[in-house]
């Protein structure tokens, strides 16, 4: 059972790096040859490359499927439990940023339609910002299948660069998306979803993302054990080893929880609790603004 859930934890992993480097022949070449220069500055690059539109662009079509197969539906539950540490209010405008095909974003739009009153609100209050084009097509697909043209909006943006006003939103969320963003840039990422998150007590930014387990216990000591493990499969399955040495670079390079806490409360957060789901391998961050940072 252990082993089995452990299995799917990883291969969600395995399965989003590996759509996500899923490139066409000439950008793979490109991706390789990137990869393939070992030096810092260059890392920087293919971080940087990991976590574009682009690179989602090429695999938005197949996305979603893969994902569900591979994770036997649990991303399914990790994402309920992501929205409901957000304790929606009636009257929130909600920011899912890295929103890709939308699935917070229409989780999130199906409770607030849930409890809407005859009050008519002006345009959509849930809005999924996301780099890739491509995923967000899919998305719109999804929210209209939905039935929630009218509360999920979807748009093309950056999370470093968010093209929000000051404090405009009420709840914030960000699930698998922080971890490619490039580690240097990453509280400049935090810093915009506090600009952008009203200041008051009540609001909410909740962060869903995947690092190795820390600690010494066996379960951790397994954990760390079967990512390797699975990636080793994973490259040898798919003949595509950089890659997937680089996902396990990526996951290993994610700052341990207390050094991430550090980094929301310098941001303008203040950390109300950390869940951890998936025997370490998942983990929930969620923190309320601070009034200034
Ligand atoms: C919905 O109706 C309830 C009870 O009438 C009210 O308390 C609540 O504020 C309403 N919500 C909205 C969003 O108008
Ligand atoms: C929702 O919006 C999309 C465009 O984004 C449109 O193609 C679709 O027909 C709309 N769906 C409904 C049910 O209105």
């Avoid at 569900?68 to 304790?87: E, F, I, P």
């Avoid at 404090?167 to 914030?172: L, T």
């Avoid at 971890?179 to 810093?191: D, F, K, M």
């Avoid at 995947?210 to 080793?232: H, K, M, Q, V």
């Amino acid at each position: 059972m252990v082993v089995s859930l452990l299995a799917c934890v990883v291969h969600l992993v395995l399965v989003r790096m590996s759509d996500a480097v899923d490139l066409g022949k000439g950008e793979r070449a490109g991706l390789r040859r990137r990869l393939n220069d070992g030096d810092g500055s260059k890392k920087g690059q293919s971080e940087a490359a990991m976590g574009s539109g682009r690179m989602f662009d090429a695999v938005a079509p197949r996305y979603d499927f893969v994902n569900r197969v591979m994770s036997m539906g649990m991303d399914r539950a990790w994402r309920r439990r992501l929205v409901q540490t957000l304790q929606l209010e009636p009257s929130d405008r909600v920011l899912d940023v890295a929103t890709g095909t939308a699935d917070v974003a229409i989780l999130v739009g199906q409770q607030m339609k849930s409890r809407e009153n005859d009050t008519k609100r002006d345009g959509p209050c849930v809005i999924g910002v996301d780099p890739s084009a491509n995923m967000l097509a899919v998305g719109r697909d999804k929210v209209s299948r939905a039935f929630l043209n009218d509360t999920v909006s979807l748009e093309l943006g950056d999370a470093l660069a968010l093209q929000y006003e000051d404090s405009s939103f009420d709840k914030i969320s960000i699930s698998f998306g922080i971890r490619n963003v490039p580690a240097a840039s990453r509280i400049t990422a935090l810093e915009e979803f506090h600009r952008v998150i009203k200041k008051e007590q009540g609001k909410r930014l909740a962060i869903l993302e995947i690092s190795e387990p820390a600690g010494t216990g066996l379960l951790a000591r397994l954990a760390r054990w079967f990512i390797r493990l699975n990636a080793l499969v994973g490259a040898w399955l798919s003949g595509r080893r950089r890659e997937y040495r680089h996902l396990l670079d990526s996951i290993q390079a994610f700052p341990k929880q207390d050094d991430f806490c550090y980094m929301i409360d310098k941001a303008g957060f203040t950390v109300l609790g950390v869940e951890t789901m998936g025997f370490g391998t998942v983990k929930i961050f969620v923190a309320e603004p601070k009034a200034t940072r």
